[in-house]
């Protein structure tokens, strides 16, 4: 049975973590908003690119097959390219999409796979398993990740791929959906099997013009589109995991409350029945001398 | 009057959303000038300038290659970097020019691998063209 003494230590150091979950708590929340308005301000860019892709795919017709990044690599290989976080004490986030990632690779038993990884906690789980981690994506901090360090990976992605070594490369990310609800998610990024029909803007017509030509454009949109497609990733992933992260935080901030509570009235308990076993003593005492 | 909006558009934000008289683009195959009632175009932009005169007199815009759409009377530049000159910070533009041409001269990167020249020259550019739309002479 509990001392008094030790009741009072550990409502003292649940009081303790209940502040730091709660500071934790706080913290998500405002990174949380800084991602959530990346993500909103980074949407014009990439409806635009995407939207252009649409437009030249159009244009270009049937020359699009003879691209190499629109055809299935010659390697036998498969390149996977995982978003996880830095840091833990973010709830289920790491381990959904790991879930999600085991399941695609005993799906894919037979296939000799190759990681590309963005986050600690990822590197150090397949690291763990045994994986083959070509390359982890180290710098920037994922706190600071911006279009550049999406535009980095996009290319060693691209690079990879045009290397032979692979006949595809797949994206493992959380989809952030609402800030109770982050969704594990397989995009096939290469090879580039079909461009998405947005029918906003020009089509293409014969009155459009072309500068320099449709293919030089093609040629320089392409990259982009794979580049917007992978900061999307990123910032989608980012956002979930600290909508994550703030909702354990405060799950941890509320469990610490009740625990303390419930401590709390064990002790008030402990310390009436002493007193009341003192007085009684007492009481009993007075009784005897009488 | 027909007029012309131009809107600059990068990953972080909308550089630019102003309604222009005339607009000068940095194409691959060199100046284009667009003006009110262009024809629909797409076309795709080196490292360069956006030179643009509105209400405000002429005015100059860095911007780091990408693409220009012109669908009836807006101008789209959307490119990976676009700077006012007054955001332009010169002290990290001149270390990037004198990067860029350390390693054009020795030949290797920081890392000590073999240089990739295309991608030297073209943040060499890019100092450069940043320096120009703050105003400094070309190739200074």
Known sequence: MASIRDLRTRIKSIGNIRQITRAMEMVATTKLRRFQEKAVASRPYSREITGLVTRMAAVMGEETRARPLFNPGRGERIAVFVVSSDRGLCGAYNSNLGRLLETWIKENAEREVDFFVVGRKGYQYLVRRGRNVVTYFADPPLEKVDYRAAARAARALADAFLSGQYERVVCFYTAFESVVKYVPTRMDFLPIESVPAVDEGPTASGDLILEPDAASIFDALVPRYLETRIYNALLESLTSEYASRRVSMKNATDAAKNMGNALRKLYNRKRQENITKELLDIVGGAEAVR | ?140
Request: hydrophobic share 40%.
């Open chain 2, 1 to 140: 009057m027909p007029t012309l909006t131009l809107r600059v558009i990068t990953p972080d934000r909308i550089v630019l959303d102003e309604i222009v008289e005339s607009v000068r683009l940095d194409g691959l195959d060199g100046s284009l000038g667009v003006l009110p009632r262009h024809a629909p175009m797409i076309a795709a932009l080196d490292v360069g300038l956006v030179r643009y005169s509105g209400a405000q007199g002429a005015r100059t815009l860095f911007c780091a290659g990408g693409f220009a759409e012109v669908h009836g009377d807006t101008l789209r530049v959307v490119t990976q970097a676009s700077e006012r000159p007054e955001d332009i910070d010169e002290a990290r533009a001149r270390d990037a020019e004198q990067r860029a041409r350390e390693r054009l001269r020795t030949g290797v990167e920081p890392s000590g691998e073999p240089l990739d020249v295309p991608r030297a020259r073209a943040a060499l550019k890019r100092a450069l063209f940043r320096l120009q739309a703050k105003g400094y002479p070309a190739g200074a």
